[in-house]
């Protein structure tokens, strides 16, 4: 599955039943230096929207939300002993949790790149 997208600059990517989510490289550029980032435990569950995590970088600290409900099964340890790797792959390597999605029908919402990509060009 491709990635989707939301407005507030996370994505997601399926692997098998797991979902993998990020900030997209839009928001990394946007934040500059990532200084910080706080993820949540595993078993934690959110639902859509929720606030999920804590980036921080030299000029802002903002909230990551959960794209789509469900519980996580893995956070990425380390983009927490690195920050900086999220300015480096924010796409890849610097995933932010891995999660068990509870209603499939939110990933199928959002926005394709196609329209990610529309949607920060008019922003």
């Known amino acids: 599955m491709a990635m989707k997208y939301t407005k507030e600059h ?3 990517r399926m692997d098998g039943a797991v979902a993998v989510i990020g900030i997209t490289a839009h928001a990394a550029e946007q934040l500059g230096d990532v200084v910080f980032v706080e993820l949540p435990a595993q078993g934690a569950k959110f639902k859509q929207n929720a606030e999920m995590a804590v980036v921080e970088s030299v000029k802002a600290a903002s909230d990551v939300f959960a794209p789509i409900s469900g519980e996580i099964v893995e956070a990425n ?32 919402a959002l926005m ?12």
């Open 112 to 123: 394709d790149e196609a329209q990610y990509r529309e949607f920060t060009e008019n922003a």
């Open 10 to 12: 996370e994505w997601v």
């Open 77 to 108: 340890q380390a983009i927490v002993d690195d920050p900086s790797l999220v300015n480096g792959d924010p796409m890849g390597a610097a995933w932010f949790v891995k999660m068990k999605p509870s209603n499939a029908g939110e990933i199928a």
